[in-house]
């Protein structure tokens, strides 16, 4: 068991160990797209900043061509070190939004932009040099629109993580999804049917059906030997239940033993009075009457035989084998070892059976057992006589046929009535039941695939009625 548990552990424990490693993969994955897109972001602020300080470059360059304001040319001098300052401090960062010769352009054309800008502080109060005007607005609509691009490019990037973040979301999502299900198949394939089968087995041992789990149904090779020491159980718990099977008869036997008794006392008393007759008067009785008290003594002998091979037939321990049986033999047969006990308590026998009934599938003695626990508790039921009613009939739809064994008893009480066929369960004074008899029985009609019920009420008598399925096609047990 602990060599079973271990496989099971280390097969769950590698399952689980797959689905994290899974989820650390994508994880790291996740965590390095989102880890670049965040630098990307840093990297558009740098390429915002430059752009929105080279717009305000180009405000002050306007306002000192329009106002030649030397303050404007100031403001636009301070603007450009910012921005170069800016630059060299993210230059390695920077070097991401551009071609590798791009930045190096980028400096130049800051620098001459620059130059021009204190070239024309240095003529100051004479007016600019001619052409530096053109010069510098070309210059920094060149410098805009580097900047610009990068922004751009870097934004069209950060877009492009974006979708692969949703892309990789998507997948992981349906890679989850697939495992997911995977896990739970194969957890399912190792617990879940094995589990069901012990439980569908364990249904049918509680209504008497005793069929071992088939071994090589399973796919979990873990719980094969689980699954053998379970059809061992079952086997013992069929031995079990045939010992008590058995030992119901023999219970069953020993009380009626008295009654068989008085029935075998009847033939062995004439068959004794015949033979001390014919002993007494051979030499004077003529050929023909001799040879009827001879008739005599071997009718009496035939009719002890009969009761002690009904009592052995009953008694005797075999192996059940299903087979067509007609209901009303059964129940005939099975009066036949009790009819001198009810004679002895005053209980008249009402047999009402209609004609043509069909033919179940059954184990012959298992149904006489059945029929005997029934007919000892009617008349346990009614001490001071009465009348045993029973009644065979088919049910509306023809597929079981149904028996009726009612007495004229006290009837059961009703809170007893819900445990009758538990096991030893019983009302009978101590040392007079053991409380088997109806657990037996129930456990035998299940067998066959049939069900009992009783109903009573007290002092009304109770009626037990048996259900069983018509013949099918091949008698086996249900």
């Known amino acids: 068991m602990k060599k079973i548990t271990f496989k099971i552990r280390r097969k769950i424990m590698l399952a689980f160990l797959f689905c994290f490693l899974s989820v650390l993969v994508f994880a790291v994955f996740s965590f390095q797209v989102h880890r670049e897109i965040g630098n990307r972001l840093r990297l558009v ?18 306002n000192f061509f329009l106002y030649k304001h030397t303050t404007s040319l100031d403001e636009a001098l301070s603007y450009v070190n910012g921005v170069k300052t800016l630059f060299l ?20 054309t800051l620098n001459s932009y620059k130059d021009i800008l204190s070239d024309i502080k240095a003529t100051l109060p004479q007016p600019p040099p001619p052409g530096s005007e053109e010069s510098l607005r070309t210059i920094g609509q060149e410098l805009l629109d580097m900047a ?23 997948i992981s999502m349906f890679f989850f999804g697939v495992l997911g299900i995977v896990v739970t198949f194969y957890i399912s394939r190792l617990f879940t049917q094995p589990l069901i089968q012990m439980q569908q087995a364990m249904e049918k041992i509680a209504h008497g059906d005793f069929t071992p789990i088939q071994e090589d149904h399973s796919r979990s090779e873990e719980f094969r030997p689980l699954f053998r020491a379970f059809n061992r159980m079952i086997d013992e718990l069929e031995q079990r239940q045939e010992q008590l099977v058995q030992a119901r008869k023999i219970s069953a036997l020993g009380t009626f033993t008295s009654g068989i008794a008085h029935e075998l006392n009847n033939p062995v008393n004439n068959i004794v009075l015949t033979a001390e007759a014919l002993k007494e008067d051979l030499g004077t009785v003529d050929h023909e009457e001799a040879l009827g008290m001879i008739q005599d003594i071997i009718i009496q ?16 321990s075999e192996r059940p084998e299903m087979i067509s049986v007609a209901i009303p033999s059964v129940i ?24 043509d009934l069909p033919k179940i599938c059954g184990e012959y003695k298992s149904l006489q057992q059945v029929f005997l626990n029934l007919f000892i508790n009617a008349v346990h039921a009614m001490p001071q006589g009465g009348v045993l009613t029973i009644k065979c009939y088919a049910s509306d739809d023809a597929k079981a046929i149904r028996v009726d064994v009612k007495d004229s008893g006290e009837g059961i009480d009703p809170k007893d009535l819900p445990h009758i066929f538990d096991p030893f369960f019983t ?28 109903h009573s009420e007290k002092g009304m008598g109770a009626v037990f009625t048996v259900s069983l399925p018509s013949e099918r096609e091949s008698c086996v047990f249900a």
Do not use: P
């Open 89 to 108: 401090k993210h230059e390695q960062d920077m070097a991401k939004l551009h071609q590798q010769d791009s930045g190096a352009r980028f400096l130049r």
């Open 301 to 316: 002998s035939e009719r002890a035989s009969e009761i002690i091979r009904n009592l052995l037939d009953f008694s005797r």
């Open 148 to 170: 610009a691009g990068w922004a751009k490019m870097e934004r069209t990037k950060i877009d492009q993580l974006f979708r692969r973040a949703f892309f990789l979301f998507t």
């Open 45 to 62: 602020e740098v390429a915002d900043d430059i752009v929105n300080n080279i717009l305000e470059i180009r405000r002050f360059e306007k």
């Open 427 to 454: 009302t009978k004074e101590v040392g007079k039941g053991t409380g088997l008899g109806l657990s037996v029985t129930y456990s035998i009609v299940r067998k066959h695939g049939g069900t009992i019920e009783a």
């Open 332 to 355: 005939t047969d099975t009066l036949k070892l009790v009819r001198n006990q009810l004679l002895l308590s005053g209980v008249e026998e009402d047999i009402q059976c209609d004609a």
